[in-house]
């Protein structure tokens, strides 16, 4: 039998007014990698929080390895992991220092905090940059540090409060690969996202989350078939007759289309074929579309799907969370 590492049942959450979390159920067995999925403002980083014990919640059940994170918070503290969307490493500190702070705090001996310092650094890439402050690295490279650091005392839950936002390509490819790594050991992941390609490379669930509630819970191949797996996007002259191109193509064969504005966007798993049956028909009917695009589908299409609604965004919430931590 497979052991749940994290287990959330009816967890609600609200800061005055704002109702941040509004019931939500997941189980995430231990050894695997779980996407928490969503816009800004939908509350993964409130169930993170509580997950890991900074803030309680007002209803519902947590655990993490059994232990409620209520009633047993040491227990879970003691068992997790946590690297936020701010990377909390000094700048002015190198590397090994860094990770040096952290076992102290968390009460390693000393010869212990060197070797898993050396091993960190060597693992995610930065024996080189170990003895330089962190101020000279790059992003990516503060990242991995970052991850890094929640691991020193070798947790066997790690949480990720997306983790690559705001890296650039590579950076996110390389924490990709370590993230990897840390679940072939047997860590399990959970990590928050907007994108919906990270979810589906790393994840083996998916949950997706909207003001506070489920409005999916499936496996990436799942999520992606009720998806499709490509959106091609065709600008059309105007939006009546894009409108109409919508309605003309509605019938093709294992494809979904909508028009959006000026747009026809079509989603399918085979695009190339889809293509020129869509292509096909407008040319029938006199339409020629002025500019194609094709590309893998979005949180935002992710959100058309499931709820027929574009994702309702908040503004990033960097700032204003910035300022929480300051004041806690
Ligand atoms: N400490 C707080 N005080 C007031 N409102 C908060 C606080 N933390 C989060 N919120 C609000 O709760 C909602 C969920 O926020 P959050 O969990 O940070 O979402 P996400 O991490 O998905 O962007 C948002 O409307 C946010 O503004
Ligand atoms: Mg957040």
């Known amino acids: 039998m497979t052991e749940t590492a994290i287990y959330v049942e009816g967890l609600a959450k609200r800061f005055g007014e704002v109702v941040a979390l509004d019931g939500i159920d ?10 928490l999925l969503g816009p800004n403002g939908a509350g993964k980083t409130t169930a ?6 900074v803030i309680p919640p007002d209803r519902g059940r947590a655990e993490v390895l059994g232990h409620d994170v209520r009633r047993a918070a040491e227990a879970v503290r003691y068992r997790i992991g946590l690297a936020g969307q701010n990377a909390a490493v000094d700048p002015n500190l190198t590397g090994r220092e860094n990770l040096r702070l952290i076992g102290r705090l968390t009460q390693l ?33 503060r990242r991995r540090l970052d991850v890094g650091a929640a691991l020193v005392h070798r947790p066997p839950v790690l949480f990720l409060d997306e983790p690559t936002t705001g890296l650039d390509p590579e950076g996110r490819n390389e924490l990709w690969s370590v993230i990897r790594e840390l679940v072939a050991d047997g860590t399990t992941v959970l990590l928050t996202t907007q994108y919906l390609e990270e979810a ?11 003001k506070g509630r489920v409005i999916a819970d499936d496996t ?4 992606k078939s009720r998806l499709g797996s490509t959106v091609t996007e065709l600008g059309i002259g105007s939006e009546e007759e894009a409108a109409r191109a919508a309605s003309l193509v509605v019938g093709v064969p ?5 028009s959006d504005g000026p747009i026809l966007r079509i989603t399918s798993q085979d695009a190339a074929k889809v293509l020129i049956e869509v292509l096909r028909t407008l040319d029938a009917n006199g339409i020629t579309p002025t500019t194609l695009s094709v590309r893998q589908p979005s949180l935002d299409d992710v959100f058309l799907a499931l709820t027929g609604k574009h994702v309702e965004e908040e503004p990033p919430a960097d700032r204003r969370e910035m300022a929480k931590a300051g004041a806690r």
Request: charged share 25%; no cysteine; net charge neutral.
């Open 26 to 35: 997941f189980a995430v067995p231990a050894g695997t990698v779980f996407g």
């Open 48 to 53: 993170v929080r509580v997950l890991a014990t």
């Open 109 to 141: 001996p000393s010869r212990t905090i060197e070797v898993r310092a050396t091993e960190i650094l060597g693992r995610f890439g930065l024996a080189d940059a170990a003895d330089r402050p962190v101020r000279t690295y790059s992003g990516g490279m």
């Open 200 to 210: 589906d490379r790393l994840a083996d669930r998916i949950v997706v989350i909207d």
């Open 220 to 223: 990436p191949a799942a999520l």
């Open 254 to 258: 294992e494809s979904r289309s909508e």
